[in-house]
């Protein structure tokens, strides 16, 4: 599995499948391994996935300072990777908590941003998911069909649309690859110490000029919509798109219309 050293000497590994330009992408987590993308919904047949274990997840080395791993200071990892392959302007993707990187990654480096794709956000400059939301969508959706089901196998079947064979297999796939440490999430999601700081980040991605696609599930009871909605707004060439029958893993739930709308997004 090809590797590179970030900016601090982390060893960070990365993997590379698929054919075409290359689509550098960044998991959610915080501390999911690279491998919970998948294919991204057979994403794979129109771009080259360059798919980066975060520090602190998957077969990438955890630092001795936890500070590192905050997501803002992440976004220097992509700049390593990026200067690594020899990309000019890349396209770039994050799911999740992967997107708060990929954003603060185009916040300090917009010239090096060809096209951003941010699926099922966790917020703008922090985590910002409205919980009032996510636990109404959770109500709704206790009764469905499958819902037990899930829950037996120890998901947490909001998280997913329908509860189907190729939801089970993620969340089994999940469940097999190496667990982040306990402390990673409070270390990865730092907060703007102030409404004026929050205020001068969120101007910093305002003006960042590339187009940039932002994919939410309808029934997604992990970050719901409002995050996503808000994310969108901001760019100025921001798109929200709002994928029926989905939750949090899209490509999972609906993989064609998934596919295709992020292909067709890279494409224009």
Same mark, same amino acid.
């Given at each position: 599995?090809?590797?590179?050293?970030?900016?601090?000497?982390?060893?960070?590994?990365?993997?590379? !499948?698929?054919? =075409?330009?290359?689509?550098?992408?960044?998991?959610?987590?915080?501390?999911?391994?690279?491998?919970?993308?998948? #294919?991204?919904?057979?994403? $794979?047949?129109?771009?080259?996935?360059?798919?980066?274990? /975060?520090?602190? !997840?998957?077969?990438?080395?955890?630092?001795?300072?936890?500070?590192?791993?905050?997501?803002?200071?992440?976004?220097?990892?992509? $700049? =390593?990777?990026? *200067?690594?392959?020899?990309?000019?302007?890349? #396209?770039?993707?994050?799911?999740?908590?992967?997107?708060?990187?990929?954003? &603060?990654?185009?916040? #300090?480096?917009?010239?090096?941003?060809?096209?951003?794709?941010?699926?099922?956000? &966790?917020?703008?400059?922090?985590?910002?998911?409205?919980? !009032?939301?996510?636990? /109404?969508?959770?109500? *709704?959706?206790?009764?469905?069909? =499958?819902?037990?089901?899930? +829950?037996?196998?120890?998901?947490?079947?909001?998280?997913?649309?329908?509860?189907?064979?190729?939801? *089970?297999?993620?969340?089994?796939?999940?469940?097999?690859?190496?667990?982040?440490?306990?402390?990673?999430? $409070?270390?990865?999601?730092?907060?703007?110490?102030?409404?004026?700081?929050?205020?001068?980040? &969120? /101007?910093?991605?305002?003006?960042?000029?590339?187009?940039?696609?932002?994919?939410?599930? !309808?029934?997604?009871?992990?970050?719901?919509?409002?995050?996503?909605?808000?994310? /969108? +707004?901001?760019?100025?060439?921001?798109?929200?798109?709002? @994928?029926?029958?989905?939750?949090? %893993?899209? %490509?999972?739930?609906?993989?064609?219309?998934?596919?295709?709308?992020?292909?067709?997004? @890279? #494409?224009?």
């Amino acid at each position: 599995m090809p590797q590179f050293t970030s900016y601090d000497g982390t060893s960070l590994y990365y993997s590379v !499948a698929g054919s =075409g330009p290359v689509l550098v992408c960044l998991a959610g987590g915080p501390g999911a391994d690279a491998r919970d993308l998948g #294919d991204l919904g057979g994403l $794979e047949r129109f771009r080259t996935l360059v798919m980066l274990d /975060a520090r602190a !997840a998957g077969r990438s080395e955890t630092p001795a300072d936890r500070a590192s791993c905050a997501f803002p200071a992440q976004a220097r990892d992509v $700049e =390593g990777l990026r *200067r690594h392959l020899g990309i000019g302007r890349l #396209d770039l993707l994050g799911h999740s908590a992967g997107t708060l990187t990929a954003q &603060a990654f185009a916040a #300090d480096h917009p010239e090096a941003v060809e096209r951003l794709v941010l699926v099922t956000p &966790a917020g703008l400059v922090a985590r910002e998911v409205d919980e !009032a939301e996510v636990a /109404a969508i959770r109500a *709704r959706r206790a009764d469905e069909p =499958g819902s037990a089901e899930a +829950s037996a196998a120890g998901a947490q079947p909001w998280s997913y649309g329908p509860w189907t064979d190729a939801a *089970r297999r993620h969340f089994e796939a999940d469940a097999g690859y190496p667990q982040p440490p306990s402390w990673l999430r $409070e270390a990865f999601y730092v907060r703007p110490d102030s409404e004026a700081a929050a205020a001068a980040q &969120a /101007a910093r991605r305002a003006a960042v000029r590339s187009p940039v696609l932002v994919v939410a599930g !309808a029934e997604d009871g992990v970050a719901g919509v409002g995050a996503a909605r808000r994310v /969108a +707004s901001c760019y100025p060439a921001g798109r929200l798109e709002v @994928l029926a029958g989905c939750g949090h %893993w899209p %490509w999972v739930d609906r993989p064609a219309a998934f596919r295709d709308l992020v292909a067709g997004f @890279l #494409d224009g």
